[in-house]
């Protein structure tokens, strides 16, 4: 089963590209949910969320909808005391809700493939055991089979992305090593992806259909190695996120 959505739903940039002008704010969920039955959320990287919004987004979506929750920084960022437990407490009602897709951790391009960090991405999955995670790097050198058997073993899964190709960063390969598939598409910004003044210019980018098929035989391939595949867009800025999606449901629905 293949999933597809965006990375974040949230954004006043968004307004009279995606929502109508008149939308409230409350009802961008459930307008977001009427075209894409998965989400990403990067609020969960910056704070625990309270109970309240967690049970907001259960109610104001359909029963078969998914959250992909971004692991807390203090899991991948920071990494010194890792706060598992009122991480885990905070999505909890999503996780019993059955809406929890899985656990994003994204490290930063400073956690190399050593030791220590292959240490602590054990600890990780022992920490966070019984919930799906997969796991995003940013530094190239992970790119070896072996990283690939110690996710395997780990139960964790792969993040796939597509983004600029510049020196260090992830090739556009698709592997899948744990419960599910997992794609992010980040843009081929390269000229902003280290030279920007606010976050948003590294995912200021607009996918051509030619590139978005280079992805069709890979998610293809994905979707036969595990039970379920989520493919997001992060290149949001103005809704670019939604016409990217768009455009890959079309190019997978003609591949059927």
């Given at each position: ?10 954004y ?6 995606v ?9 961008w ?5 009427r ?15 309270d109970?309240r ?9 359909p ?6 929750v ?5 899991l ?14 905070s ?25 220590e960090?292959k ?18 790097f ?9 990283t ?5 073993e ?27 598939a ?12 280290w ?9 200021d ?9 280079e992805w ?15 493919v ?25």
């Open positions: 089963m293949i999933r597809l959505g965006t990375s974040g739903f949230s006043d940039d968004w307004i009279g590209e929502y109508p002008e008149e939308l409230p704010k409350w009802q969920l459930p307008y977001y949910a075209s894409f039955n998965t989400v990403e959320l990067n609020v969960t990287y910056y704070r625990l969320p109970a919004y967690v049970r907001g987004w259960i109610d104001r979506t029963e078969d909808f998914l959250f992909t971004k692991a807390h920084q203090s991948t960022h920071e990494r010194n005391e890792p706060d598992v437990k009122a991480f885990c407490e999505i909890q009602d999503l996780f019993t809700s059955g809406k929890l897709g899985c656990i994003l951790a994204q490290f930063p391009h400073s956690f190399h493939a050593n030791l960090n240490t602590y991405l054990s600890d990780l999955a022992k920490n966070l055991e019984g919930y799906p995670v997969v796991v995003e940013r530094s190239n050198d992970w790119i070896r089979d072996d690939f058997q110690l996710l395997r780990l139960n964790l899964g792969f993040c796939c992305v597509d983004e600029p190709l510049i020196k260090g960063l992830m090739p556009p390969i698709a592997v899948a090593t744990g419960p599910l997992y794609v992010r598409f980040h843009g081929r910004n390269g000229e902003k992806w030279q920007h003044e606010f976050a948003w210019e590294r995912y980018y607009t996918y051509s259909d030619e590139e978005l098929e069709i035989p890979k998610i293809r391939d994905l979707d036969g190695q595990a039970p379920l595949t989520l997001y867009a992060n290149n949001h800025y103005k809704g670019q996120s939604v016409n990217t999606i768009n455009k890959l449901q079309k190019l997978l629905a003609w591949e059927e």
